[in-house]
């Protein structure tokens, strides 16, 4: 495999891969048309969590998720991730089986987890090893780290067009700056990864998912972990602040006004509609495109929790040449 890599998409998931990329000791390229994470790695949620992930191809890659972040967080001291554990629950009667990393817990245990909640539910799953991240924070770091290992990066700097040689090998990108050079491209653009593949007759099954996110006014400590209900996700990001992922503004005010004692002066902040690329069948798209030699996808929903695993993994195959089987059920040959 070559070593001059040309990451286009510096959100987080492209942040890992040129971090992990350039650790390794490749000759990193990362380009992006605006900030570090100010796409829709800013509007994540940011939810990490390992537990209770028992099906589907990337079931394995998403066990890891939180162990690649302790790793992560090891690497670089000072990255923004906290580990508060998350409870989940619903309106039905009987409780759910527990999955890896989870268990079951009553009324009075998640009374102590969340003391403020008006009506503890009669029973949780609590996991207790799950987080949440400063999804752009992270992305940040990350790319402080890519700098710090050599990678060359490229904001503000709209990549028009994958370029192919003669023979039909990616020689490189052109931006609105004028052509970089590589024999390798990673396409981590999220929604933007279709248009590029496009003119490379490289169809890539991804579709906008509209994902609203709302900031709060709160009081301080009125949530201490992640709260998941038919109603929100909900998270505390600053002593005086939280932020909820659901569908309506005003049922979500209700509903946390009506959820936790000392919540009646909650106030909406603003409201931001992300827009997730979501692959047709959910799950990721990660590896090299058979028909463009040179040519290497890493495109998913729920990128802020596969992150970490992912720039890893991804590194290991375009730097080492290994065939990472934690991928396997991911590869863009499957459509």
Known sequence: MSTALIVVGAGIVGASVAYHAARAGATVTLVDAGRPGAGVTADSFAWVGA???RKGPAAGLRATATAEYHRLGAELPGLPVTWSGSLSWTREDSAPDAG???TIVDAATVATLEPTLRQPPEWAVWAPGDGAVDSVGVTERLVAGARTHGARVHLDTPVTAVRRDT???IA???????PLSGATVVLAAGVATPALGAPLGVRVPVEPSPSPLFRLRAPAGLVRGVVNTEDFDLRQVAADRLIAAADSPERTLAAVRSTFHGAGSVELLSTRLGVRPMPADGEPIVGPVAEVPGLYLAVMHSAVTLAAAVGRLVARELVDGTVESALSG??????
């Open 51 to 53: 537990s209770g992930v």
């Open 100 to 102: 890896p990393g989870q």
């Open 172 to 178: 490189g990108v052109e931006t609105a700056a004028g």
């Open 167 to 169: 023979a039909g090998q």
């Open 330 to 335: 991911c590869r863009p040959d499957r459509f």
